[in-house]
């Protein structure tokens, strides 16, 4: 299983970008899927999941502006963000469960400039 995010790049503060994490395999088979952020010098940090009924949970910081949703049919995850911060500003990697595997992208650099 490999999962690819896209979708990043350079953002002012306010405006809008959506990622996204494709799978190699049926995402209908996936359990809990889940984007995380890295910014330099600070750990990994959960920012959304989405359960396989489509559940979704958000970190305090992003509620309101990111919206985390999952596309059986193309086998894709996305993160729409809007109303971006500086402090959004990272490394955004997909994580997904197969069964008891865990699987990572390999991330997507968001730079929001004030």
């Known amino acids: 299983v490999q999962l690819q995010a896209s979708g990043g790049g350079l953002v002012q503060a306010g405006g809008s970008l959506r990622l996204s994490c494709e799978a190699t395999?049926?995402?209908?088979?996936?359990?809990?899927m889940a984007w995380y952020r890295q910014a330099p010098g600070n750990p990994r940090e959960l920012v959304a999941s989405?359960?396989?009924?489509?559940?979704?949970q958000y970190a305090d910081s992003v509620k309101a502006r990111f919206t985390i949703s999952r596309d059986n049919s193309k086998n894709t995850m996305y993160l729409e963000m809007s109303s971006l911060k500086p402090e959004d500003t990272a490394v955004y990697y997909c994580?997904?469960?197969w069964g008891e595997g865990y699987y990572w992208g390999q991330g997507t650099q968001v730079t929001v400039s004030s």
């Open positions: 989405i359960t396989s009924t489509g559940f979704a």
């Open positions: 994580k997904a469960r």
């Open positions: 395999s049926s995402i209908s088979s996936a359990g809990m």
